[in-house]
């Protein structure tokens, strides 16, 4: 069974009630992932590539519109871009921040979150700082955490902040560490990977760890998910999203109905 969050549009006044509304107002509505325009709501359509080009982000974007997929994911060089392309339309720009290791001041997160929100991104995924993870930092983690959600929640309507905690490189001890400081800190999402650490990406056993350990957070899988039985694996273990560059193959492969053979998965690890 997979659960999509919806939240409803609403103007802050502060700060502060910007936060308690993300935190605690959550409408749950149940949802069977049974035809293609569903599974794709869930997808966020991705390319973070270093060499990406002006006319690969906009094969991108003319994809997301085309398949309905939530959002594009790009580098700040190309949310301006990827905001133009998609305006007026229903798909959300996301853009990264601290990619791909996460270890940059809490000053220039800050910095990168706002210039890709004045770029035009409707959703931040920041790579959390993961020193202060694997040390237990909770002092550090939760403070970097609040300077960005605040930037997020400070903007008409809130910016969706999204933290990646590399899960594959972790303990479980660190996972549970970093989803309960993420908790804490009241962001939108906790992400699994940003697919490009050495130590892999998400696992079924990680999603359902991170949602038993931060319930009132959402879960995005991200790393190796390149099938249609992965994806739906990773919702069915309680991911509300999905960070792939597979995701055209990803719906074409649900509309033939290809769900039991992840060949391609283990060919592409």
Same mark, same amino acid.
């Given at each position: 069974m997979v659960f999509v969050t919806q939240?409803?549009? &609403? *103007? @802050? *006044?502060?700060?502060?009630?910007? *936060?308690? @509304?993300f935190r605690k107002i959550r409408i749950h509505n149940e949802v069977m992932v049974t035809d293609e325009k569903q599974l794709a709501g869930c997808i966020d359509h991705t390319l973070l590539a270093p060499t990406a080009t002006r006319e690969q982000i906009k094969q991108l974007c003319e994809e997301a519109k085309t398949y309905g997929f939530h959002a594009v994911s790009v580098n700040g060089r190309w949310v301006a871009l990827a905001a133009e392309l998609l305006a007026g339309s229903k798909v959300a720009v996301d853009g990264v921040v601290s990619l791909p290791l996460g270890a940059d001041s809490t000053k220039i997160k800050v910095a990168q979150a706002q210039d890709a929100i004045f770029a035009g991104a409707d959703e931040i995924d920041m790579v959390a700082d993961l020193a202060s993870i694997i040390e237990g930092d909770t002092a550090y983690l939760l403070n970097q955490l609040h300077a960005v959600l605040k930037v997020c929640r400070s903007m008409r309507p809130p910016v969706i902040l999204k933290v990646i905690i590399e899960s594959a490189a972790? %303990?479980?001890?660190? &996972?549970? @560490?970093?989803?309960?400081?993420?908790?804490?800190?009241?962001?939108? @999402?906790? &992400? %699994? !990977?940003?697919?490009?650490?050495?130590?892999?990406?998400?696992?079924?056993?990680?999603?359902?760890l991170m949602k038993e350990t931060a319930p009132n957070c959402r879960?995005?899988?991200?790393?190796? /998910?390149?099938?249609? &039985?992965? %994806?739906?694996?990773m919702l069915e273990a309680g991911a509300e999203r999905i960070g792939t560059s !597979? !995701? *055209?193959?990803? /719906?074409?492969?649900? +509309?033939?109905? +290809?769900l039991n053979d992840d060949t391609n998965s283990r060919q592409n690890r």
């Open positions: 939240t409803a549009t &609403k *103007v @802050f *006044v502060d700060v502060e009630t910007a *936060v308690e @509304f972790l %303990t479980r001890d660190q &996972k549970i @560490f970093a989803c309960r400081i993420a908790q804490q800190a009241g962001v939108d @999402f906790i &992400k %699994t !990977s940003t697919g490009l650490h050495p130590a892999g990406g998400a696992t079924v056993e990680d999603i359902k879960i995005k899988a991200a790393g190796g /998910i390149r099938t249609a &039985k992965q %994806t739906l694996e !597979s !995701s *055209v193959q990803i /719906i074409n492969e649900f +509309r033939a109905g +290809r």
